[in-house]
């Protein structure tokens, strides 16, 4: 179960929702002895509530401790009430306190007949480790299918790869796409609450794909520099039951030069509200270096030209 809290404790609550606060006797079932639904209800509620805290989910704990507190309530349970308000008080303490790592997200393709028939000719997106990049990622398929070849570029396969007594694997970095977008803009909002809304209950990607239309201008290659935009639709959201889940939906479109423009600029402004968020909160040390190099690549960027290549 190590580094599966959460996929651990999503699939506990498929079986937790089928149950209801009653005091009808439930036979012995797998591991589980003979008791009142309401009991095993309440102890399954316990367990997945741990395995969210061990997860460092502890937004999606927080209502099922509202919902056990609302039964212990109703029955005068006082010492379980208060047990379980610390828990969520606590919960609410590690939101503020502790600084997560954002996990990286991974779209896989498996082409050719020599894959089992659940992957063959499919895309997956998959939520990768903690610490894991694509290198990482890259060698740990590797190594789940030695057989396979590495794609080398990220264009989709043609009826040759499709069709080939083949194993080939095409995998590259994807970025989610938040659901609440609400939250994420609202300033005084400490930027460890938002880095949740920014990973999880995500089900659509994007990746990006520059290229040039036309002819390209030496002085200045913003101006014909496109980008091919791909959305990715997954069947369930992530984190769920599973680290990984197909692809239902792909859109393509392309962005033009000036919407990219707009777009890159809009994210740096992102960046820079993060940044200065982080040091308001006190999230970051008191050395401001890299709020300094971040603001000198926007206002004096030595690279590519900087601002002024857009207002061009």
């Not at 057989?147 to 499709?162: G, S, V, Y």
């Not at 809304?197 to 290659?221: A, C, L, Q, T």
């Not at 308001?280 to 030595?302: E, F, T």
Request: proline fraction near 4%; include cysteine; charged fraction near 25%.
């Amino acid at each position: 179960m190590k580094q599966c809290w959460l996929e651990a404790a999503f699939t506990l609550m498929l079986y937790w929702e089928l149950l209801h606060w009653e005091d009808r006797t439930l036979r012995e079932f797998l591991h589980y002895p003979a008791q009142t639904e309401w009991q095993r209800k309440e102890g399954l509620c316990r367990q997945v509530i741990n395995y969210f805290n061990k997860g460092k989910c502890w937004e999606y704990g927080i209502p099922l401790c509202r919902e056990l507190a609302s039964q212990y309530e109703a029955l005068y349970d006082y010492h379980s009430l208060s047990w379980i308000r610390k828990m969520e008080a606590a919960y609410y303490d590690n939101i503020l306190e502790h600084q997560r790592l954002e996990p990286e997200f991974f779209r896989v393709g498996f082409y050719g007949r020599k894959f089992p028939f659940y992957l063959r000719n499919k895309e997956f997106v998959c939520r990768g480790h903690d610490y894991e990049r694509l290198e990482a990622f890259q060698q740990r398929m590797l190594t789940e299918f030695p057989q396979a070849i590495a794609m080398q570029h990220l264009n989709q396969p043609d009826e040759t790869i499709l069709q080939s007594d083949a194993q080939y694997l095409q995998i590259y970095a994807v970025c989610p796409i938040p659901e609440n977008v609400e939250v994420l803009q609202m300033e005084r909002v400490p930027d460890r609450i938002k880095s949740f809304y920014r990973v999880n209950n995500i089900s659509r990607f994007r990746y990006d794909r520059p290229f040039h239309k036309g002819s390209k201008d030496k002085e200045n290659e913003f101006k014909s520099l496109w980008i091919e935009r791909t959305t990715l639709t997954l069947t369930h959201n992530l984190p769920g039951i599973s680290r990984w889940f197909e692809v239902e939906k792909r859109e393509v479109l392309e962005v033009s030069p000036l919407e990219n423009a707009i777009y890159v600029v809009e994210n740096k402004n992102q960046e820079l509200r993060t940044l200065i968020s982080q040091y308001q909160h006190r999230q970051l040390h008191a050395n401001i270096n890299l709020l300094s190099m971040c603001l000198n690549g926007v206002i004096d960027a030595a690279v590519n030209g900087g601002i002024a290549r857009y207002q061009e």
